[in-house]
């Protein structure tokens, strides 16, 4: 049965790891490319449907799977469908607004939807998060939704519509905490050797690690 804790219980641990920045805005309006091995599209109700090893961009948004479906609404706005081969996971991949953070997930089907500004992964969820290409934070679920406006994410670790879970039915997570921005970027240094003292210089502190300099 899905936990009502679950999602608050994720998103109070990412305030304490520092949160995430939003998704690269401008992918929104950037056109969308897709390879395949064939295509079927209807023009009368606007949808495309790519199969045979699809590789799908929109600017720094990219998207593999073996069959994905494409519809465009009448205000332009797309909806993409993207369903994995047997035995294996759909891909999606986008870049952090204005920093070197990407963001990556797979399923055995994404949705992504570009009025809404989520993407949606369904059976087998899983979702990444990189700095550079450091891994950072990971974690898994029967679904997980994330909406690239708000940068609120939820997860539901039950089973997704009868498929067995990789998870067992729970939400599992690697939350790292994030650094201050001038102590990931110092230098390292060695610290110097302590000082010898005599016994008599010692004294009690209340201040952990020594007294404040």
């Given amino acids: 049965m899905k936990s009502p804790h679950t999602t608050l219980l994720l998103l109070a641990a990412l305030a304490l790891s520092g949160g995430w920045a939003c998704a690269e805005q401008a992918d929104r309006n950037k056109p969308m490319n897709v ?60 870049k952090r607004e204005g920093l070197d953070e990407f963001i990556e997930g797979q399923g055995e089907s994404i949705e992504y939807d570009s009025r809404a500004n989520t ?30 406006s708000t940068d609120v994410f939820s997860i539901d670790g039950g089973v997704a519509q009868g498929a067995p879970s990789a998870t067992g039915g729970r939400v599992r997570a690697m939350l790292t905490p994030r650094q201050d921005a001038a102590a990931a970027t110092a230098p390292a240094t060695t610290p110097a050797p302590a000082a010898s003292a005599p016994a008599a210089a010692l004294r009690a502190t209340t201040t952990l690690g020594g007294e404040q300099k």
Avoid at 61 to 74: C, S
């Fill in 35 to 94: 390879e395949a091995d064939a295509l079927r599209y209807d023009d009368a109700k606007k949808t495309s449907v790519f199969t045979g090893r699809v590789v799908l961009t929109k600017g720094t948004i990219l998207i593999r799977g073996a069959r994905i479906e494409v519809r465009q609404d009448a205000d332009g706005y797309q909806y993409g469908v993207v369903t994995a081969e047997p035995g294996k996971l759909a891909f999606f991949r986008q």
């Fill in 119 to 148: 993407v949606k992964f369904s059976k087998q969820a899983q979702l990444r998060r990189y700095l550079g290409a450091t891994l950072n934070d990971e974690m898994s679920g029967g679904v997980i939704v994330y909406n690239n």
